[in-house]
T-cell receptor, first 114, second 116 residues
Framework: AQKITQTQPGMFVQEKEAVTLDCTYD???????LFWYKQPSSGEMIFLIYQGSYDEQNATEGRYSLNFQKARKSANLVISASQLGDSAMYFCAMREAYTDKLIFGTGTRLQVFP | NAGVMQNPRHLVRRRGQEARLRCSPMKGHSHVYWYRQLPEEGLKFMVYLQKENIIDESGMPKERFSAEFPKEGPSILRIQQVVRGDSAAYFC??????????????FGSGTRLTVV
């Protein structure tokens, strides 16, 4: 069965530092997509970044980059130059091949301190 | 350019009542997905609909839950005879076509259902 694992329930980082949020996935499919979402305390789900299984380069979106290691089945999110506004829950998700369901991990709560 | 609109944002129901959650997808989006988030958990897929069709309801509880996406109007997630365990945040997402890729699914802000 396909599964997303986020092993860090909580992370702390100082403002302006970089932080890596871990995500590993389990699938036997060759075609899949990996997503990261941010959920601030207000509750909405904000799309951050996407990586396709056939993409050869790591995805980047501004201060967000995805460290995609296909052989290790990991898709870690790197946030550079953390800001106080980055404090939120972060969810890793995988789109099942040939369906449109997203499978979510349990999330990592990131707290950025001054 | 409104995003995915969900209402109400907060809903309180007594045990045994019905809850109706509404989702208006982004303009031009014809695919709607419902997810449930229990406290301190990730989102869990419930159902995927296109206009007038249920495509995948494998995540829907067998009883009391139903969903529709009529030709006109918003998608509705209906929970009959609510119980305390139904208390959760319910999110709707929309996409313009099958298998959205780099732009992701667009989520609404969710409806927080509290059953008292």
């Amino acid at each position: 069965a396909q599964k997303i694992t986020q092993t860090q329930p909580g992370m702390f980082v100082q403002e302006k530092e970089a932080v890596t949020l871990d995500c590993t996935y389990d699938t036997s499919d060759q075609s899949y997509g990996l997503f990261w979402y941010k959920q601030p305390s207000s509750g909405e789900m904000i799309f951050l970044i996407y990586q396709g299984s056939y993409d050869e380069q790591n995805a980047t979106e501004g201060r967000y980059s995805l460290n995609f290691q296909k052989a290790r089945k990991s898709a870690n999110l790197v946030i550079s130059a953390s800001q106080l506004g980055d404090s939120a829950m972060y969810f890793c998700a995988m789109r099942e091949a040939y369906t449109d369901k997203l499978i979510f991990g349990t999330g990592t709560r990131l707290q950025v301190f001054p | 350019n409104a995003g995915v609109m969900q209402n109400p944002r907060h809903l309180v129901r007594r045990r045994g009542q019905e809850a109706r959650l509404r989702c208006s997808p982004m303009k031009g989006h014809s695919h709607v997905y419902w997810y449930r988030q229990l406290p301190e958990e990730g989102l869990k897929f419930m159902v995927y609909l296109q206009k007038e069709n249920i495509i995948d309801e494998s995540g829907m509880p067998k009883e009391r839950f139903s969903a529709e996406f009529p030709k006109e109007g918003p998608s509705i997630l209906r929970i009959q005879q609510v119980v305390r365990g139904d208390s959760a945040a319910y999110f709707c997402a929309s996409s313009p076509r099958v298998s959205p890729e780099h732009y992701g699914y667009t989520f609404g802000s969710g409806t927080r259902l509290t059953v008292v």
